[in-house]
């Protein structure tokens, strides 16, 4: 199978997720309908914003063919590979915890909570941007020291952490990052493993769903059917080692997975792939309605009915996107490009803006008369293009992160 060159519609579908994820996130700053925003723990609901991380890490394991199978074709070994996604996996829990866990800095430590967090981003950026290629060995040179420079930055950021209470950093969310970081590990080594055996990873894709159907509460009785203690062997290794949870993100992943591998295997046959991925989507939402009569619908509880839910949304998106570049209307998504090119550097802007926000004492950028209604959402909605904007320019100034 031939993973080569890049996958149009996966960057589309890779910039429209991280487009809406950074609409959504902002929607806190305004009044919003209930629709667009996120259910509670124990609601019934299914939101906008409950739809668009789990579509982000569907695209995430889209994109584990492709590199892996392009990592092989270049022919790196097994090991060079293994060591890419553990490196990878590393660097995306590391900014992770970074970012989630160090918001509430104690003023003894003499850095104010801005400076300490654009500090902490001028360390991801030294450490894992794209410097330009070349031949001068002084710039090599040049860009080896400040990957170094970044690595100092931040093992001396981290050090001397410490939150009010005498806390320092520790894990007690891992953040987006974090999450995404876990979840690549396991697929991706499922994938290493399993390679383009459709078999196997519909399985493993089983295997994560039905273990979500266990560790959920059920609706009738409040209780999961697999309660397992946090002292048991077996907690330890699938929420504490491998950080699985109940098994949501893993399905959502595997299921990008999935749908890569099948995309390239039908292409030398008859079969529309708008109409395929139109009737699985069908059959993913058919799923969600039959266990939505035991389980909720929930992003919060990772329930079994919104991750089928999720990848019928994703799945019948893709293949929609799929048939429009097909027809040659990828230029349609342009303007959102770099959210799909840049991706995490995307991701960081919002942050970016709002520690530079906060350190110049800007609380509000927004008139009072934006803040409901039509407004209000448009105003979203132009913040996030805004920083779609910002991580064009950035990647002409070569800043761009990858891990």
């Given at each position: ?276 991925t139109t009737i699985v989507a069908a059959i993913l939402a058919l799923g969600g309605l039959i266990t939505n009569n035991f389980w909720i619908i929930s992003k919060i509880q990772a329930t ?63 008139p009072e008369w934006c803040h409901s209604g039509f407004l209000g959402i448009l105003s979203c909605i132009i913040f996030s293009l805004v920083c779609v904007g910002l991580t064009w320019c ?10």
């Open positions: 199978m031939d993973f080569t060159g890049r996958n149009k519609a996966i960057d589309i579908i890779r910039a429209l997720t991280m487009t809406l994820m950074i609409f959504v996130n902002d929607l806190w700053t305004i009044e919003y309908p209930k629709w667009l925003g996120h259910a509670g723990m124990n609601e019934d609901y299914l939101g906008l914003s409950d739809i668009v991380f789990p579509c982000f890490l569907f695209v995430v394991g889209m994109s584990i063919p492709y590199a892996l199978e392009n990592a092989f074709k270049k022919g790196r070994t097994g090991v060079q590979v293994a060591s890419h996604i553990l490196t990878r996996t590393l660097a995306l829990i590391v900014m992770g915890i970074m970012l989630q866990n160090t918001g509430n800095i104690a003023p003894e430590v003499g850095i104010a909570k801005p400076v300490y967090k654009l500090l902490v981003l001028a360390s991801f950026f030294l450490i894992w941007n794209i410097y330009p290629r070349t031949e001068n060995k002084n710039r090599r040179l040049l860009y080896k020291v400040l990957k170094y420079v970044g690595v100092a930055l931040l093992i001396f950021m981290i050090v001397i952490y410490v939150d009010p209470k005498g806390n320092l950093i520790r894990a007690g969310w891992w953040g987006i990052l974090g999450l995404i970081g876990w979840t690549y590990l396991v697929c991706a080594f499922i994938y290493y493993f399993v390679r383009t055996d459709l078999k196997k990873l519909i399985l493993m894709w089983a295997i994560f769903l039905v273990w979500s159907m266990l560790r959920c509460k059920l609706t009738a009785s409040g209780e999961p059917l697999l309660n397992i203690p946090q002292n048991n062997a077996l907690y330890t290794v699938t929420d504490q080692i491998l950080n699985i949870g109940t098994g949501a993100h893993g399905a959502l992943t595997m299921g990008g997975i999935i749908l890569s591998v099948t995309e390239l295997k039908l292409r030398d046959k008859k079969i529309p792939f708008v109409a395929f079994a009915p919104w991750v089928l839910y999720s990848s019928a949304v994703a799945v019948f998106l893709y293949g929609v996107i799929a048939w429009l570049v097909s027809k040659g209307k990828a230029s349609w998504f342009k303007f959102i490009a770099p959210a799909g090119e840049a991706t995490l550097t995307c991701y960081l802007v919002p942050t970016i803006l709002g520690n530079i926000f906060m350190l110049f004492g800007i609380s509000q950028i927004r950035m990647n002409k100034l070569y800043l761009k992160l990858k891990v």
